[in-house]
């Protein structure tokens, strides 16, 4: 089954990963792992929600706003999309991600296509 | 004959739905389709047991009946290659295994449902609910009304976390070892809180509440023949039938909250006792020991002592104190601090009483100061025990404990 992990986190949390002298280098050892495990699909950190443009399509109208879909404290981070046996291995994988250790990872899984 | 019959499927229907259920869905992979099989099976019997006498093997009759509606049902419904396949196989006759799994090394298919249903991704609630409907049989109407929530509440709960299960891909199995222990201690859990809530249920009104205590008790065997190698599954069982031993002395016949001291210990069940005793010492010779066989020798202390007066309290006060290293909770702590003041008298039963009162943990909870208000007055303090007990009486939830504080306020002050 594939999953999405979304990384999740406040300002806090994440000034916090940034101090982490660590962290970024320790994100690539758990993304090598995943690969090696052949269970990485895809993965990205993402830019803070202040670039963010949202698009919806009304009346064939394009209309275009400035910032996230959602004005939460919580904000997206980054992702990744995983191939896991089930949930289990999900859980597991997802537990030793370095930012479930900051922020907060939800894990969705995919419609089957 | 009718009655016979009838007996016959009661019992098969306590005895093997979370088996038929439960090997339902490890073939078919479809929770609905494994109730309503199961569901269709019982009815069957009930038409056919009369006319065909009942069978040698009531459990596998029901089982194959069930698996044979099942194949008929994904065959009519089939769409796809996937479908077909499921279909083909459940007309495969059972395994030589299927029998005697436990014993041939294959996992029981009730222990994966109980696993399953006491999953940790599932809310715990829902865990609760699974549980009783698909290894207990219990209906959605009858879970509604022990937990006190409408039908069509209950309903949806249920349906969410079977949908949970099936997209979110929460495997059917057992946990492999370095998962066994967190997902067991969820599973004991579950059933500690079906036991209490039963426990806990009083009067006629409640007969549906009571009902959960014996469902508790019968999961909690099996998952002891389950799982041979869990000492906290033994001290679970051993700790409900110690409770449950008491069960007929905890109210008067008027309704009345009666101590533990001033139960008729006559009207004890000494079966249970002796059976909760023999279940905590086969936990205790694992050597592993957890929180449910401590309370359960904390229960079998109380259980096996012939008067209140013959408590040994030093044992039990030794007991909150290493239960308290394992699971570091106020309660605990309080529980300590009364069987100190068994042991050693009630003032220092009463220090102790005072140090949590100062670090605030057990704010509100009316048991505090029920407690200090016993010891205050078993030292003679009378004006400060009327105070701390009408302090309690404002925090005491149910009329029983009311009543029972009532009582105690009035002999204090009277005389």
Redesign the interface.
């Known amino acids: ?1 594939r ?1 999405l992990l979304l990384v999740c986190g406040e300002d806090q949390a994440h000034k916090a990963m940034e101090a982490d002298g660590s962290f970024v280098a320790s994100c690539h050892a758990w993304a090598d792992e995943m690969r090696r495990r052949g269970m990485l699909l895809a993965t990205g950190g993402l830019r803070p929600p202040g670039d963010a443009t949202t698009v919806r399509v009304r009346d064939d109208q394009v209309l275009l706003s400035d910032g996230p879909f959602a004005e939460t404290k919580e904000f997206i981070a980054g992702f990744n999309l995983v191939e ?5 291995e ?2 597991e994988v997802t537990a030793k991600h370095p930012a479930a250790r900051y922020g907060t990872i939800e ?1 969705r ?1 995919l419609v089957p296509t | 004959m009718s009655g016979a019959v009838e007996a016959a499927v009661t019992r098969a229907f306590r005895e093997e739905w979370g088996q038929i259920v439960a090997t339902l869905i490890r073939v078919t992979g479809d929770w609905d389709l494994a109730e309503e099989c199961a569901q269709d099976a019982f009815a069957q019997a009930l038409q056919r047991w009369p006319r065909d006498g009942i069978p040698r093997r009531p459990g596998a009759w029901l089982t194959t009946t069930a698996r044979n509606r099942a194949t008929d049902r994904l065959r009519r419904e089939a769409v796809g290659a996937a479908k077909l396949r499921q279909a083909a196989m459940l007309s495969v006759p059972d395994e030589p295994g299927d029998d005697g799994a436990a014993a041939s090394g294959v996992p029981d298919d009730r222990l994966r449902l109980m696993f399953t249903c006491c999953h940790p991704a599932l809310a715990f609630e829902a865990r609760v609910a699974l549980t009783l409907r698909t290894l207990a049989g219990l209906t959605t109407a009858e879970i509604a009304r022990a937990f006190l929530v409408a039908e069509e509440t209950m309903s949806k709960r249920l349906v969410r976390a079977k949908g949970k299960i099936r997209d979110a891909g929460i495997p059917y199995r057992v946990p492999p070892a370095h998962l066994l222990g967190e997902r067991t201690a969820s599973v004991l859990g579950v059933l500690y809180l079906l036991f209490n809530e039963g426990y806990t249920a009083s009067g006629g009104a409640d007969l549906v509440r009571q009902n959960l205590t014996a469902e508790a008790v019968r999961l909690a065997r099996l998952l002891v023949q389950l799982l041979p190698d869990e000492p906290e599954a033994g001290g679970l069982l051993a700790l409900m039938l110690l409770h449950d031993a008491r069960h007929a002395t905890r109210l008067d016949a008027a309704g009345e909250l009666v101590t533990l001291e001033d139960q008729d210990r006559a009207r004890w069940d000494a079966g249970k006792i002796a059976e909760g005793v023999r279940l905590l010492e086969a936990a205790q010779r694992q050597a592993r020991p957890g929180p449910y066989q401590i309370q359960a020798a904390i229960a079998a202390c109380h259980a096996t002592a012939p008067t209140a007066a013959d408590t040994d309290w030093a044992q039990i006060a030794a007991l909150y104190g290493q239960l308290s290293r394992l699971v570091p909770s106020a309660v605990v702590k309080l529980n300590r601090a009364v069987a100190i003041g068994m042991r050693d008298g009630p003032a220092a039963g009463l220090a102790l009483v005072e140090q949590l009162q100062a670090s605030g943990e057990l704010a509100g909870y009316h048991l505090l100061p029920a407690t200090r208000a016993d010891l205050l007055r078993r030292l003679d303090r009378r004006d400060e025990a009327a105070l701390a007990y009408r302090e309690a009486l404002e925090l005491a939830s149910t009329d029983a404990e009311r009543r029972y504080l009532t009582r105690r306020l009035s002999e204090t002050t009277s005389s």
């Open positions: 089954m999953y896991c046996s089930d949930l289990d999900a859980l894990i899984p």
